[in-house]
């Protein structure tokens, strides 16, 4: 055991330290008088004394050790010191050693390191703990303010000059207008069919496009597998007779969603096979929350973006229902039903999720729109506005902005609307005159949130539009003409950063920019069209037969007269009636008059006596009134026994009846 003993003043310290040292050196930097006091303390044994404390002057052996290591460190540190200011334009001074930055804290606050014993002082000042410092890091340098360089100096004047370039390159660089972000110099057309494309679905990586339109088709399309012929990989018809509605992938890309027109809607793999199939409701039930599925045609669909094995359809049956795909599609998983002002049924036209997954949004025809909160229940509406659009118009998308904020519905009565989720009672903007024909016509973001898309619908004359609107005014930016043709659907993708829009022709155009987008059609675009290959096949040896040869055949006459010709000769085949009889008879018919029916009935005709009584019908009855009553025969003879005399109802005269009598009390005849 050691005992050590600081005097400071008048104060004293003692501390206990138990070690295998002999001796142990304590500091104190505050006190300008300081006393150190070094006992070594020997085993106490019983006969053992103590050994007097020597004393040191500490401020002396400080600077001895101070002026020891800056002579060690000035020459280690000279050549850095001089190559630093050499190359850097703007030293702030030489940079001192660890040493030096000791020895001036040490003169302005006094003594700031301990010291040790002799023994162990000059062992701690052979050897250096640590690498140097850099000569950047100084005690000038402002490493804590400022990014400290990495690698290599630079020459004076690009260091020198650099700070200012970044500002001058910041100020003068213009910011990109928006219609210059459209990727728009490309143009593909993927064929589709002859009628509508109805639906367009992109999934999540841009590996596959699938289209679906009014011929009951669904196309898949692979841009890493096609070529410049641009062929679909495999087509399916999911619905029989039915049109599509919406396609759309899961968030995970791993589904598909198709939403036709009927009362069912599917769930099929990336590569088209099907997964499940939703029930179909019982139409007899009035509650339809009562009912497990849809008893009415699907307006449209689409996928939570946060849970997903879950998915949402519309129909006209006046519901909208959540659906659990680990379910198989046997039952619903939530029913929504909306409501008029008067609390009657509405049916939606649209649905969709917020990009967090909290709102769920419906339009109805009756112009409203009304949005549920998925964390609570579905039987209260969160917002609702009742005069979004026209009464009676199919608004026919809604879309929500990527940074949540804001609402774009594309309504039936030809305009677009944008809408804030804070204040949902008014509009932001309206832009008005946009025709709409189809009940499916999309309204969009751009990835960047700064711009609205939408389509255009022509007649059968006329150039359809896709126009890109600005999210602020909902001013027209840039658009894009598509000849004799309505854009129906359209999608821009933002990491393909691809735009696709589907049209009323049966073609699904995509435009892109080399510059700008990434892979997707570019991939497809660059690859040749494949040779179709010959295959040689050796026909086996044709055995001729007698009389085969062209020689020996007869030739077939092109035309058909002496085949008729022909059969009108038989009297069978063409059926010809009997030819009259000349003389006494032949084929086992007589040749005598009245031998056919028509010859009888002839002269039955010629021979017959003319009847006074033909006229006369009454007359003719009576002829044989004598005869029936001197010789009955019909009637008679049945009651000669039981009634042999004739007995007849006498008629009576009916009493007339007293008028004055009230209706109610005369007697029921």
Not at 255 to 281: H, P, Q, T
Not at 595 to 615: F, G, I, M, W
Request: hydrophobic letters at 30%; proline letters at 6%; a negative charge.
């Amino acid at each position: 055991m050691y005992l050590f003993t600081l005097h400071i003043g008048k104060e004293s310290i003692g501390i206990d330290f138990r070690g295998n040292s002999k001796s142990c050196i304590i500091y104190h930097f505050e006190a300008p008088c300081i006393k150190l006091l070094v006992l070594e303390m020997a085993e106490m044994n019983n006969d053992a004394s103590k050994k007097k404390a020597r004393t040191f002057d500490f401020m002396e052996m400080f600077k001895e050790a101070k002026q020891t290591a800056l002579e060690r460190s000035q020459g280690k540190f000279e050549d850095d010191k001089n190559s630093a200011i050499a190359t850097e334009g703007d030293v702030i001074g030489p940079s001192p050693s660890v040493s030096q930055k000791s020895s001036k804290t040490g003169d302005d606050l006094g003594p700031s390191k301990p010291q040790k014993s002799n023994e162990v002082e000059s062992d701690d000042e052979e050897d250096m703990i640590g690498p140097p410092l850099p000569p950047g890091l100084t005690k000038g340098s402002k490493t804590s303010e400022e990014e400290v360089e990495i690698g290599p100096p630079l020459p004076p004047s690009t260091s020198a000059s650099k700070g200012s370039d970044d500002e001058d390159d910041e100020e003068d660089e213009p910011e990109e207008s928006l219609d210059k972000k459209i990727p728009s110099s490309h143009e593909i057309s993927l064929d589709h069919g002859s009628k509508a494309v109805s639906a367009l679905a992109l999934d999540p990586a841009g590996a596959r496009l699938v289209t679906g339109g009014h011929d009951f088709i669904v196309k898949f399309w692979d841009f890493a597998g096609m070529d410049q012929s641009l062929q679909s990989f495999r087509n399916i018809k999911p619905c029989e007779s039915h049109h599509l509605n919406q396609l759309q992938y899961s968030a995970t890309g791993e589904m598909i969603l198709i939403v036709a027109a009927n009362s069912r809607a599917k769930v099929v793999d990336r590569d088209g096979f099907e997964k499940l199939e939703c029930a179909k409701g019982d139409p007899y039930i009035v509650d339809m929350a009562s009912t497990k599925g849809h008893t009415a045609m699907l307006n449209g669909g689409s996928w939570n973006p946060k849970v997903r094995e879950e998915f949402m359809t519309c129909s006209n049956d006046g519901t909208v229902r959540l659906w659990d795909v680990n379910a198989e599609g046997k039952k619903h998983k939530n029913c929504i039903k909306p409501k008029s002002q008067q609390g009657r049924k509405l049916v939606p036209t649209a649905c969709a999720y917020s990009n967090d997954g909290r709102w769920v949004a419906a339009a109805c025809q009756d112009g409203s729109i009304q949005m549920w909160d998925h964390n609570k229940n579905f039987v209260n509406v969160a917002m609702i506005n009742r005069g979004c659009h026209m009464n009676g118009t199919d608004t026919s998308c809604l879309c929500f902005s990527y940074d949540g904020q804001c609402l774009a519905s594309r309504g039936g009565d030809d305009t677009l609307k944008l809408w804030d989720m804070r204040n949902f009672k008014k509009p932001l903007k309206v832009r008005e005159n946009l025709i709409s024909y189809y009940t499916v016509t999309d309204c969009i973001f751009s990835p960047n949130d700064r711009m609205v898309l939408t389509g255009t619908s022509v007649k059968k004359e006329g150039d359809g539009k896709l126009l890109f609107l600005d999210r602020e005014s909902l001013d027209t930016v840039s658009e894009i003409t598509v000849a004799e043709s309505s854009v129906v659907r359209c999608i821009w993708h933002p990491k393909l950063n691809q735009i696709v829009i589907g049209c009323s022709d049966g073609k699904a155009r995509l435009f892109y920019d080399p510059e700008k987008s990434h892979r997707g059609a570019m991939l497809c675009m660059v690859k040749q069209p494949r040779k179709s290959k010959q295959v040689l096949a050796l026909a086996s040896q044709q055995i001729i037969t007698p009389y085969a040869l062209p020689m020996f055949k007869e030739t077939k006459s092109t035309s058909t007269k002496k085949f008729e010709e022909k059969v009108r000769k038989d009297p069978i085949r063409s059926k010809r009636p009997d030819l009259p009889m000349t003389g006494p008879g032949e084929g086992g018919r007589l040749g005598v008059k009245g031998a056919t029916l028509a010859q009888y009935v002839a002269q039955s005709l010629v021979k017959r006596k003319p009847d006074k009584y033909e006229n006369d019908p009454r007359a003719a009855i009576l002829r044989h009134a004598k005869e029936a009553a001197e010789n009955p025969f019909w009637i008679d003879p049945a009651y000669k026994k039981t009634q042999p005399l004739k007995l007849f109802q006498e008629e009576e005269k009916e009493e007339e009846e007293d008028n004055d009598e009230p209706v109610w009390k005369k007697q029921k005849i």
